[in-house]
């Protein structure tokens, strides 16, 4: 008999801001239909950190990977504005339009991630404007190779370019096609899915479709979540 897996999620992102003006409700029901697949899916211990301010948000994401340290799988979404000051940061409700250090590090939060990701294998997923520069900040996690530790992620644009949530849609163009397709599965499939085959067959959708940006993926050397399979298909 399989052993029962254990699965934990953080839910970030906002739909609003410090300045109104970045105020966008698309934002939070994408964030709604994500947190509820992950449930629907995984049932995993979830903490959702949506439309909160930056004081005591690096705590509350570093005590809630502590707690669950143990998990067989952590995922992390993010779905908001991406703001590109120099480096990227990810926005919250204390986000304006001027002042990047009320946004959320990247940078800061990967170094939180890094710290467990030698044990336990996390999925990002992060649906925003210039993601793709999360690259940089990934490198090598595990020693030896380990598909069952490290960082995988999938990020909705490269690093120079922006992605699509319109304000009057239920969904962003990213997390939409992602959810289609994890709903769906593949035809030609016979197994669960790694997040590699869903990523790879999402690229196909876009491509196929006409859509863009065309989403990216990278992950830690030495270890690879992006090889289990994970999803049901």
């Given amino acids: 008999m399989n052993q029962k897996k254990?699965?934990?999620?953080?839910?970030?992102?906002?739909s609003e801001y410090a300045s109104e003006c970045l105020n966008n409700e698309t934002f939070k029901s994408t964030a709604g239909h994500f947190a509820a697949y992950l449930k629907k899916t995984f049932h995993p211990a979830i903490k959702n950190l949506f439309n909160r301010k930056i004081d005591g948000l690096y705590e509350e994401i570093k005590n809630f990977i502590d707690d669950n340290a143990d998990t067989d799988v952590f995922f992390l979404y993010y779905v908001g504005h991406g703001i590109n000051d120099e480096d990227l940061y990810l926005g919250t409700a204390s986000s304006n339009q001027s002042d990047s250090f009320r946004s959320?590090?990247?940078?800061?939060?990967?170094?939180?991630?890094?710290?467990?990701?030698?044990?336990?294998p996390f999925i990002l997923i992060i649906d925003c404007c210039y993601s793709g520069e999360l690259s940089k900040h990934i490198t090598t996690i595990v020693k030896e190779k380990d598909h069952e530790k490290g960082i995988s992620v999938i990020c909705a644009a490269t690093a120079d370019k922006r992605a699509v949530c319109k304000s009057y849609s239920d969904c962003s163009q990213f997390t939409g096609e992602l959810l289609d397709l994890l709903n769906t599965g593949i035809k030609y499939k016979n197994r669960n899915l790694s997040l590699n085959d869903v990523f790879i067959e999402l690229r196909t959708v876009f491509r196929k479709k006409g859509l863009k940006p065309i989403p990216v993926a990278f992950t830690s050397q030495g270890g690879n979540p992006s090889l289990i399979e994970l999803f049901p298909n």
Avoid: F, Q, R
């Fill in 104 to 120: 959320l590090s990247l940078k800061e939060l990967v170094k939180i991630i890094k710290k467990y990701a030698g044990s336990i």
């Fill in 6 to 14: 254990n699965y934990a999620a953080i839910i970030l992102g906002a």
